[in-house]
């Protein structure tokens, strides 16, 4: 638990050292994605954009250069590409079973 407190720590000490647009970007992404997250493999993938806002942010580009025009959608991208970090997966699954099981 102290090694997942850590990491915590660090991750939002790197959060705070973004440019002020990226760091509200990616504390509105954590606020969403949370909403999803069954564990802590959430944080993989916020670690994630987290490493490509830092870069993207040094070499100067805009949020809206690495997320498009609608931040909903780049989430929602996200999450599809990792169903096994969501909640929504796994009562996607019991739906699928429980129709299967009454059919």
Known sequence: ???????????????NAL????KQAQDALEKYLMNWAKGGGIYDILGSVL?????????GS?????VGADIADFAD?????????TWIDKKRNQ???SYKKNS
């Not at 638990?1 to 959060?15: F, H, N, T, W």
């Not at 440019?19 to 990226?22: A, K, Q």
């Open 95 to 97: 739906l699928r079973k």
């Open 77 to 85: 991208n996200l999450l599809s590409e990792y169903p096994e970090e």
């Open 51 to 59: 490493e490509m806002f830092e870069a993207e942010a040094a070499d």
């Open 1 to 15: 638990m102290r090694a997942e407190k850590k990491a915590y720590r660090d991750y939002r000490k790197r959060v």
């Open 19 to 22: 440019p002020p647009e990226f």
């Open 62 to 66: 805009s949020v809206e250069d690495v």
